[in-house]
């Protein structure tokens, strides 16, 4: 791929030699000025365009197109880039744009899915379903220390789970794979830690992420420099609203999780959330009682610790009407933003070394669970922490 910069846009392109020779072709296009296929089989084979047809554009496809511009943008900018795809709505959009973005070419990155081994069984069988379908190259990690230490959510809490089988499994398959560059499904209204995200996230060798340490982004440029062992989160979703994603979703019908969708399922009421009994790892407390209850869901993960909303929207139309008085955050759904405040920013922010390990999550979530039981030790997977006072 041939690498441009358009100055009166103050972007990178990244054009494939047979739109390159065409532009050169053709006498009449000045500079990147140039028409674009709005047809869904070859939208994402254009770059982005001049700003003068960007104000022709409608909102969805101003979002797609820039979220296909940084695509390509990383794809021709980074040695080993990878799409983390966590089976989600945001990762089912994220793959119809990488589609879209290199058509007719499959993506040329891997795929990859952080498995804590609590996913729903649904979510499962739609990620194998897909990597069948569309072909893309699916790599699974799981956190095999953590699996041997029996770590769960209902056994150690939703804070460490999250972090022993999904942070440090997400870093542990980084190092593995040796990538240097991470698509992810973040998106700014998704929670406050979230909103200081820039497009492209800087992450140093420990994987730590520092909001005071991270690189402007005017007018669309990107710096994608980094030192050895540093790498880049990349978030093309950044700028959308659960709106917009639900919105572009029914307009390109792309295929999701069917747990989206309202249907009868057998859930129990627990610390204010509706949880759905997926499968007999889920024991019941004294007085609880599993109820089959019209319920969706607005966003996905370990089912233990993913409530469910009252809901009878069936269909992709129903739901976005439903997004229209919504006047919560998805992440409400989630228990470990519940348990713990400015969970999400923690979490990113703590690196796997001793040096980033935080005194609170140590303390509050590693030793009052161990070491105050008689004859229990703190598991490996945990032994990286360093407990300080």
Known sequence: MTRHFAPDEGICLCLPPVLRRIMLENKEIEGFRFNRNRSSRFAGVNAVHHA????NLTHL???EAEAIHVFREVAATFSNPVMLYSVGKDSSVMLHLAMKAFYPAPPPFPFLHVDTTWKFRE????????AR???FELLVHVNEQGVRDGIGPFTHGSNVHTHIMKTVGLRQALDKYRFDAAFGGARRDEEKSRAKERIFSFRNAQHGWDPKNQRPEMWKIYNTRVSKGESIRVFPLSNWTELDIWQYILQENIPIVPLYFAARRPVVERDGML???DDDRMKLR????VENRLVRFRTLGCYPLTGAIPSSAANLSDIVEEMLIARTSERQGRAIDRDEAGSMEKRNARAISDECCNEAFAEEHCRCRFSGRSGTQIPSALSHLRFRR
Do not use: C, H, T, Y
Not at 52 to 55: A, D, E, I, R
Not at 123 to 130: C, G, L, N, V, Y
Not at 286 to 289: D, F, S, T
């Open 123 to 130: 979510m499962i069988e739609f990620r194998d379903a897909q």
């Open 275 to 277: 949880i759905m009994v």
């Open 52 to 55: 003068s047809l960007m104000k």
């Open 133 to 135: 379908e569309k072909g």
């Open 286 to 289: 004294p007085g609880e009682q």
């Open 61 to 63: 496809q101003r979002l």
